[in-house]
């Protein structure tokens, strides 16, 4: 068996000795770049340099009043409009508390653009700070960290939370956007009035057209056929048939008397004229009340029926009509929608945020893990090119 020469001994623990000092320096080296760097840096930053940032918060619901239900027509048009569905108008007053025209006016009032972008605010908190865009489009990326509303669909309780670098802009702030969206409630409420209001008189109005077209077509009626009722007149003509019915039958019994016990009688021809007579009378009378022509009674009551029924139906529908329109001033006169507010917004007393030593240690177990993982990497890597 080979031996090596003393002489390479010492040779081999040197550089067994330099590689695991090479190691050792490569190792403290990553332990500070991963670790130590990052840990000091975000005590730097967090404990001098961090602005203080305060919360505002404040709890709001959006509901509708309990409302009696409501009968016919008024009914069927709450139901379709959707009052009742105050979900849809919560996300409505988050969607406003968001958008453009809600940080245009805070904007317009209350600066937000300065106040974000104080000189005293940190560089990495600050609006316009890194990338120099002060554009109302840039306002508008940055308006979501410093605004945001939370909402719960248990309580149906909205969370308006906002955090700015002073106690009194949080406050400002909470306070206007919730005045804000009070005003946006109240404008909803009353567009659903006046479309209630308008529904109703728009009907109204129709069925008042209704009701004097159909009143008009009966006095046309009357006066084209000179009648005021055929109905009535018809009984009227229908006892007149009866008593000249009546005369006929005393006339036709005479007769036959006079010709059974007097033939010569000189009354005889007398009577049949009268016969004859009353005969065509009660004919007359007859086609007035049930001929064949359009003239007849019979025909003139069939159309006039059907008049007054287009009149009483026209009058109905009207007073239906005056029922839902005052139902619905009446609805009107109340408010539909409410914001109420559960919590007032607070002024805050501290700076919540940022929690400085919880923040460092973050960084500080994050870079233990990323030195870590990154040392195992490198390991395995040396390991496999030796």
Do not use: C
Not at 3 to 13: D, G, H, N, Q
Not at 63 to 85: D, I, V
Not at 110 to 126: C, E, H, I, T, Y
């Amino acid at each position: 068996m080979d031996t090596l020469p003393a002489s390479e001994e010492p040779k081999r623990s040197s550089t067994s000795i330099q590689q695991l000092l090479a190691r050792g320096t490569r190792n403290n080296r990553l332990f500070v770049a991963t670790v130590v760097l990052p840990t000091v840096l975000a005590a730097i930053y967090f404990g001098l340099v961090a602005s203080d940032i305060y919360i505002s918060e404040s709890r709001f619901v959006v509901h509708t009043p309990q409302r009696q239900a409501q009968a016919g027509l008024l009914n069927t048009f709450l139901q379709g409009t959707g009052f009742s569905r105050a979900q849809d108008d919560t996300y409505s007053v988050h969607d406003y508390i968001l958008s453009r025209d809600a940080l245009k006016e805070l904007d317009k009032h209350l600066a937000l653009a300065k106040a974000f972008g104080n000189s005293s605010v940190d560089f990495l908190n600050r609006f316009a700070a890194m990338d120099w865009d002060d554009s109302f489009e840039a306002l508008y990326r940055y308006y979501p960290k410093r605004v945001s509303v939370d909402y719960d669909t248990a309580s149906s309780i909205s969370v308006l939370r906002v955090n700015a670098f002073t106690a009194e802009d949080a406050l400002r702030i909470n306070e206007r956007l919730l005045g804000m969206s009070e005003r946006l409630v109240n404008q909803l409420s009353e567009r659903g009035r006046q479309d209630i209001v308008r529904y109703a008189t728009a009907e109204t109005r129709e069925a008042e057209r209704k009701a004097k077209d159909a009143a008009a077509a009966l006095a046309t009626f009357r006066n084209q056929n000179t009648l005021l009722d055929p109905v009535q007149q018809s009984v009227i003509q229908l006892q007149q048939i009866s008593k000249l019915q009546d005369e006929l039958i005393a006339t036709k019994t005479q007769l036959a008397q006079l010709r059974a016990f007097t033939p010569d009688n000189p009354q005889i021809p007398v009577l049949r004229t009268i016969l004859d007579t009353l005969q065509k009378e009660m004919d007359a009378e007859l086609a007035k009340v049930a001929g064949g022509g359009g003239e007849s009674l019979t025909n003139k009551a069939a159309a006039y029926e059907r008049l007054v029924l287009d009149r009483e139906f026209a009058d109905k529908q009207l007073a239906a009509a005056l029922a839902s329109l005052e139902a619905a001033r009446i609805e009107a006169q109340r408010q539909q929608l409410y914001l109420d507010r559960i919590v007032q917004p607070n002024l805050p007393d501290y700076p919540i945020e940022p929690r400085r030593i919880r923040s460092v240690l973050v960084v500080f177990v994050l870079g233990l893990l990323a030195w870590g993982i990154l040392g195992l990497l490198l390991a395995s890597v040396r390991e496999h090119l030796d």
